[in-house]
Nanobody, 117 residues
């Protein structure tokens, strides 16, 4: 059984920063790709950023230059540094861990990020 656990959400003022962390546990699971997605009220879940084991990253246009995704030294961990936050970044952020071809794919429960003055 693989569990994906996020942490680091909260309330921040516009222009502020937050750092999200995620760990996927499972003795025999090794994620090829880890990433972050978000879902705002009344909207569909959307990609924020992904990173491969080789370090290749992919970002949504809306967060380029403001968010940075990185993989931890520990296996199956990933972080998302979010700077210059805007109210439109408010959403539930979900961590995703998957193998190539999405043969195995797991989601976290989500962590709320609220950007408001």
């Amino acid at each position: 059984q693989v569990q994906v656990v996020e942490s680091g959400g909260g309330l921040v003022q516009p222009g502020g920063s937050l750092r999200l962390s995620c760990a996927a546990s499972g003795s025999f699971f090794s994620a090829d790709v880890m990433g972050w997605y978000r879902q705002a009220p009344g909207k569909e879940r959307e990609l924020v950023a992904t990173i491969t084991t080789g370090g290749r990253t992919n970002y949504a246009d809306s967060v380029k230059g403001r968010f940075t995704i990185s993989r931890g030294i520990t296996k199956n961990t990933v972080s998302l540094q979010m700077d210059s936050l805007k109210p439109e970044d408010t959403a539930v952020y979900y961590c995703n861990a998957r193998t190539v071809g999405r043969i195995f794919e797991y989601w976290g429960q989500g962590t709320q990020v609220t950007v408001s003055s």
